[in-house]
């Protein structure tokens, strides 16, 4: 186990800007696209973006088995050049948690996105999850970024809990990914300037950033990257204006992809982009062909928004 | 029944700014105090608000007799000035809030402030909420201001339905209470410019005025106006540092008169700032003593933020 | 104030059987209509009942005016005979509570159903529920039961807070309508055996009784009286088989007129079974015409089940 | 893929009387203790059960390795002798369910109990969960049994599903565990008579067999085998206030170890009654010393009403 006295990653990078988190290709067989994979991040690397998250809800995570897991990590790292890369490690035990974002770290993640563990929720108290991201922490060798997902695990965040996580040497950010700005001006006014606050839900990312967030992890960013990095680029140059109407024009498609069509939307959406986004894998099911034309025109009008 | 073809209200002044949601203070057998109530707007007067809602959430409007109710919009009336009138007028049948409404306006009110109805929740889809909304409109005299406060009645607001409604002449704003900043952008993004979307939680009001809110009606206005409006002021001047620092101040107060200590910790602390708040009828009960130095202390970080 | 030392309504009938809700008839006019409000309880008195619920949530209590509310309780206490008369009294406060319990105990209620406070939902704690409850028995001449209905309210019940109020004189039995049978359970096993828990959710009526409900208030009881006495009477014989045979057949037609279509769909299916529901008060929506038909083959289900 | 129209399993046995979900004992270093595991099998045998769970949520499943699950599977199959085993296979991808389903029948499950995935909520409609369960059915080579927990999974079970899936030749039967008794009447009336509907809360045991359950899997047989049994075999032989009487002293130890204390307690009350509970793996936590007493009360009083 890792020395937590030792110096903290207060040397790393940390993390500033739009990132996408990855979305996993399958193959007509059902198993990885790894070639589509890497195509996607070939296209990735022309736009401005703050890094990578792989394995994270948007990526099937909990679909994929674990060497196609070290697969899609090993092939991030070798194309993600000096860019942040980010690993979904959290899985529903302390002792898999670790041994996970351990072998994440050996693939080269620059840093663990832990999830709440949810399966047993009524157990899954302020201190248990404390208790649980501590002992990851201290057996990383990588920083950690907490990770709330209320819609997907159920679960909500306990107010004063980031505040008093950030005082670990080597948990140094969280994702915040309900969109509730009032949760998210807590957990900023509660954590030290150097721990940025991500936010995981792109119709709030223009006033989340005005609250103090520090980045945006956005499946947006997937099927339009530009739209996004122009939204944070205006926000970074006091242009207010300007990001309320990226915001604005973004908004539709991000909901799309989101919460109405899902991941099936999201990796239709990419297809529309000249990205590889392809199908999901089952029990997530493909899209009616009418969404096509929807998806379209969003990303016809965010993307018109942004040339601008 | 007003002609819906008439001349709209585009002549009324539209609210802006900072309203207080008047508490309704009580004597010592339980009745109206409209002694106290008058001294609050007394002081109100001296502070840089936007108009005046009576009969909200915050006055304990459901424990209210009808006398009562029409004493309280008098009084308000009658110490308003130029200041708008708002008059929280919804009741469960459409009937019943039609007739409610009648009597407010002939009472003085500017506007009626009309909230979801709400025992029956699964029946009220958007088509029954438009309908009754459209219903009340038809009918009344004063504008209609949609109102939506999922805490008390249980019910989201349907995102597209503050859209279809800006559509009749006399719905001429929605005051949006859940803190939704994503459901606030879709709102303002669907309804013309001079359509009003109000901010109904504290903790995100600076957030809200970024994207495109109007005004905000906040129970923490009615314990520290001073401050709530200097950050109205902030953000009106362009000043985003100064409007993000005034929020962060004033948070804590407002979560404690809101989410964790409820109208009796707002009267509380409007009694610990000099106003008169005093007690609450039941079935809501008083604070324990204690709450009252963690109050003293939120309102002088509040107000201190302030006088900076 | 009665004194709570004086002797409880011990002498008083305790609550047993199957008991209608009854519903409001509206007019032409949206006014009270008696006539057909009477033409119902003439044709109740030939089926085998425990009494009658005036003013409850299926009698469209929340859309009433008081001197409607005091029409009906006059008319059902003219025609009601021995029957026991229940009248839904509770409000939000516990001074309009206690007036308005009085006034119905005047008019000659045998006894109070008081529905827990419910707009301040976070208040409503298990101790400032058990407060209002006592403070509004100590105050009735009438004796009281108490009343929860999470799908309206969106308060759920705290488990220990029968027992609590078992102890007060006045306060002599509980309905419970959400068909939680485990709370069922736990409330009969912590009350005394005189204390009768009402079931209020037809499609649990009959395990309900197994545990230990000693009647059940059921809207489908307003259009199929037959079928649901049918039921109890079973139960009460011992023949578990012809009970749970005769659930079977309710159950669907239970479902339609609240679950699936509610108050509107109770109407329908009363007018269909020659008792006179009419329309709702707005913002409930009238149903499509084709339910018509789904409730007419429902409700000849129930009855040939009832008659075979 | 075995043949779906072969002959299905209408030759196996069907599941019936009480099934304790065996929990999973750890060793000091915090890896499976399989000696303590087969104690308690072997402590099992002497009881009155209709067969054993392995793998379900009172078994940690979610927190085990696939060699594991494997050596417990192995283990039980070795001690179950006739008894019926069933084998939670459940995982969130319908290919790793399929995959991991095949494995346990490879280790000698008899049947496997596939849970609702639950990760990506918002998704998982009825037509949706249709299609995975089929996939699966049509997959496996034992037959199936539906699983579906809201508390752990957040996901609500759709009404008609059950009625569609039943069939298919193999899928054979379903776990309710919301003990939501409408449901199971409903899911009962929907299903052939040869398809076991299986209550997964003990409270509500009783009532569940009278509306039609044929079997409990049931957290508190684990640490009282015997009450629980002896409450299905008053329910068989037509005793009904015998089966009355033994749900109401199970119900607090049911409630006890489940709702109150989860799976620490109930580990805690097997080590209390002579059986090998143990620890729970991280980030459950362990109970204070002061649930001890609490535990062993109750234990004591199921275990007297069963003796009497």
Request: glycine share 10%; charged share 20%.
């Amino acid at each position: 186990m890792p020395d937590p006295a030792a110096p903290g990653p207060s040397a790393e990078p940390r993390l500033r800007g739009i990132v996408p988190p990855l979305v996993t290709p399958f193959a007509a067989d059902g198993g990885l696209d790894l070639a589509s994979f890497e195509a996607n991040l070939e296209s990735y690397a022309r736009e401005d973006l703050g890094g990578y998250v792989v394995l994270g809800s948007n990526g099937e995570a909990v679909f994929l088995e674990e060497d196609e897991k070290l697969a899609l990590i090993r092939t991030t790292r070798r194309r993600a050049g000096t860019r942040l890369l980010l690993v979904g490690t959290g899985l529903e035990s302390t002792r898999a948690t670790i041994a996970f974002t351990r072998k994440a770290a050996d693939e080269g993640a620059d840093a663990a996105l832990v999830v709440t563990p949810h399966y047993y929720k009524s157990r899954m108290t302020a201190d248990a999850l404390q208790r649980h991201f501590e002992a990851v922490a201290d057996a990383s060798s990588v920083p950690i970024y907490l990770y709330s997902i209320p819609s997907f695990t159920g679960l909500a965040w306990p107010p004063g809990l980031a505040g008093a996580l950030a005082a670990h040497p080597r948990i140094v950010g969280m994702k915040e990914s309900a969109g509730d700005l009032g949760l998210i001006g807590r957990i900023v006014a509660s954590v030290p300037p150097s721990f940025p606050v991500i936010c995981g839900s792109a119709p709030v990312m223009y006033p989340a950033l005005c609250v103090g967030a520090a980045a945006g992890i956005l499946a947006v960013a997937d099927c339009a990257p530009g739209p996004a990095a122009a939204l944070y680029a205006a926000f970074r140059a006091g242009d207010h204006a300007e990001a309320r109407r990226l915001q604005e024009a973004l908004t539709p498609l991000a909901v799309a992809v989101t919460s109405t069509h899902g991941i099936a939307g999201l990796k239709m959406a990419m297809d529309l982009a000249g990205r590889r986004g392809g199908a999901v894998r089952s029990p997530l099911s493909p899209l009616p062909p009418a969404a096509r034309e929807e998806l379209r025109g969003l990303l016809a009008r965010a993307e018109a928004a942004c040339r601008r």
